[in-house]
């Protein structure tokens, strides 16, 4: 998987652009921050219902069910022991209780193909900081419902439960909770479905797998609360390694319906390789960072969602530090509508969104200096879905069509209409920085034999690659970036020549309320 950086963190640099003027902002610690209600009044905005999976978790069987094999929590090791003495496709009902497994750090629970694991009210599968792993192994098709699972203690990047990735399993009314690196990773057909993944050490779920990709992914219904625990991008400062759920070249998700929130970090990141998503019906609110990152990734509906008061801490951090990037709230990072891949659309499209006092709204990126074997891009080894021989990205056929555009990720049509805009600078308590809008690239400089070099990767992303705002609402006093980040425009530049966005849009000056 490898580390990780944050794409604007090296993209940014060759700008050499400081702000030179105080940004206004109420700088607060972040292990002192006061984060905004869990649950902030939204003008204008739809009623949604909120996934509360952690407060009133679904309770299961209180007997076991007809031809289950009964798990005894007075005997540690119980459950290892008759998962390992049963045959393939047989259902393991977990008595209230703590249920241990033996002391070794590598004890863990092996599935085989088809077996169910049931929680009796109150079953706990504790891993006491001792275990690394509470499932694992490569068995399709398995079934976790109704159980606790916390206090193991994975590495970083690794998981706790469906440690491997196996394909095919379903996850639901599960509450993984207070274990270090991921609660849970995914394999192919997984659907997680009704949990509560809540203040684990680096992600509530990695979707991630070993040498293949993922697909067919359900995410539905989830809370998705508190985690990052281990603050990692300060242990490891640009590692790009945390959020509430990262999706790692995964083909086909529907992630509708999820309360994601007050995570430390980004709420939901799609990093390299990403197709195809739909994310529709989230309520995504009071995480440190970004709500949503789609990076070097392709085609998605981001619908109906509501997302308020999301990177406060990120974004403030980064305006006192005098960074002149737009933080962004929806980042699309090196990431568009491709045709040639195979989706349920063929563009990136917003719509119907409502965005609510949150650091800045949506910003389109692309680093003229990030392709196909350049150092710069910090998913090293990897390459576009166009180019399946990363070797040929080289000069000088890399100069030359096709491969001049298809060796590089790019930020090409991508909708953004009839979404809600609202700012209130008195609630975010910030004067500059937190009220963009953005389409903009950097200056091409590097490695010296790039063929993007100067102002052309500026020029297409905001002129040539059908980038499109029009037909929204906003409410307060937006700005807006074009180019590169020295081009802060007022809406009539904006709606002008030669950017021509936001036709059709509507516009109430004024702090929003």
């Known amino acids: 998987m490898g580390i990780k950086t944050r794409p604007w963190a090296s993209a940014v640099a060759p700008l050499v652009l400081v702000l030179l003027v105080a940004t206004g902002c109420d700088?607060?610690?972040?292990?002192?921050?006061?984060?905004?209600?869990?649950?902030?009044?939204?003008?204008?905005?739809?009623?949604?219902?909120?996934?509360?999976?952690?407060?009133n978790p679904a309770a299961g069987p209180a007997k076991a069910p007809a031809g289950a094999v009964t798990v005894d929590p007075a005997v540690v090791g119980d459950l290892v022991a008759k998962t390992k003495s049963s045959p393939p496709h047989t259902t393991f009902?977990?008595?209230?209780?703590?249920?241990?497994?033996?002391?070794?750090?590598?004890?863990?629970?092996?599935?085989k193909e088809g077996d169910s694991y049931l929680g009796a009210p109150g079953a706990v599968l504790d891993g006491r900081k001792k275990n690394q792993y509470a499932f694992a192994g490569t068995a399709r098709d398995?079934?976790?419902?109704?159980?606790?699972?916390?206090?193991?203690?994975?590495?970083?990047?690794?998981?706790?439960?469906?440690?491997?990735?196996?394909?095919?399993?379903?996850?639901?009314?599960?509450?993984?909770?207070?274990?270090?690196?991921?609660?849970?990773?995914?394999?192919?057909?997984?659907?997680?479905?009704?949990?509560?993944?809540?203040?684990?050490?680096?992600y509530g779920m990695n979707a991630y797998k070993t040498g293949g990709r993922i697909t067919d992914l359900v995410v539905e219904g989830n809370e998705i609360v508190g985690n990052n625990t281990g603050d990692w991008e300060?242990?490891?400062?640009?590692?790009?390694?945390?959020?509430?759920?990262?999706?790692?070249?995964?083909?086909?998700?529907?992630?509708?319906?999820?309360?994601?929130?007050?995570?430390?970090?980004?709420?939901?990141?799609?990093?390299?390789?990403?197709?195809?998503?739909?994310?529709?019906?989230?309520?995504?609110?009071?995480?440190?960072?970004?709500?949503?990152?789609?990076?070097?990734?392709?085609?998605?509906v981001i619908r109906n969602n509501t997302i308020r008061r999301n990177n406060w801490v990120e974004g403030r951090e980064a305006a006192d530090r005098g960074d002149s990037f737009p933080f962004a709230t929806i980042y699309l990072s090196e990431s568009g509508g491709e045709p040639r891949i195979k989706a349920r659309t063929s563009k990136i499209e917003i719509y119907r969104d409502v965005l609510e006092n949150n650091w800045s709204g949506i910003t389109l990126w692309e680093n003229a200096d990030r392709f196909c074997n350049s150092p710069s891009n910090t998913s090293s080894g990897d390459c576009?879905?166009?180019?399946?021989?990363?070797?040929?990205?080289?000069?000088?056929?890399?100069?030359?069509?096709?491969?001049?555009?298809?060796?590089?990720?790019?930020?090409?049509?991508?909708?953004?209409?009839?979404?809600?805009?609202?700012?209130?600078?008195?609630?975010?308590?910030?004067?500059?920085?937190?009220?963009?809008?953005?389409?903009?690239?950097?200056?091409?400089?590097?490695?010296d034999w790039s063929p993007y070099k100067g102002e052309q990767v500026a020029e297409a992303i905001t002129a040539k690659q059908h980038n499109r705002w029009h037909d929204n609402v906003y409410v307060g006093p937006w700005k807006f970036v074009a180019y590169d980040p020295s081009r802060v425009l007022d809406l009539g530049q904006w709606q002008g020549t030669p950017y021509q966005q936001d036709a059709g849009s509507t516009f109430s000056a004024g702090n929003g309320g």
């Open 384 to 447: 576009t879905l166009l180019v399946k021989n990363t070797k040929r990205c080289v000069q000088p056929a890399i100069a030359k069509a096709p491969l001049y555009s298809d060796c590089r990720w790019k930020t090409q049509r991508v909708d953004i209409h009839d979404n809600r805009f609202v700012l209130d600078k008195s609630v975010i308590k910030c004067t500059e920085k937190c009220d963009r809008m953005a389409v903009l690239s950097n200056y091409g400089t590097y490695p």
């Open 142 to 202: 398995v079934t976790i419902r109704y159980l606790t699972v916390q206090g193991f203690d994975a590495p970083q990047n690794e998981g706790v439960v469906n440690h491997d990735s196996a394909d095919g399993w379903v996850i639901e009314h599960t509450t993984i909770q207070n274990n270090s690196g991921a609660g849970l990773m995914a394999g192919a057909r997984q659907q997680v479905r009704a949990n509560c993944l809540r203040d684990n050490g680096q």
């Open 27 to 55: 700088s607060t610690p972040h292990a002192a921050r006061a984060k905004p209600p869990a649950v902030p009044t939204t003008s204008g905005a739809r009623s949604t219902s909120l996934a509360r999976v952690c407060a």
């Open 234 to 300: 300060r242990r490891q400062s640009g590692c790009g390694c945390t959020g509430g759920i990262k999706f790692w070249a995964v083909d086909g998700a529907d992630v509708r319906g999820n309360w994601v929130h007050d995570n430390r970090g980004t709420g939901l990141w799609a990093d390299t390789n990403n197709n195809d998503f739909l994310i529709e019906n989230n309520v995504i609110e009071a995480n440190d960072g970004a709500a949503l990152i789609y990076e070097i990734s392709y085609n998605a």
């Open 93 to 111: 009902w977990l008595r209230p209780g703590k249920h241990r497994l033996d002391p070794d750090r590598y004890a863990q629970v092996i599935p």
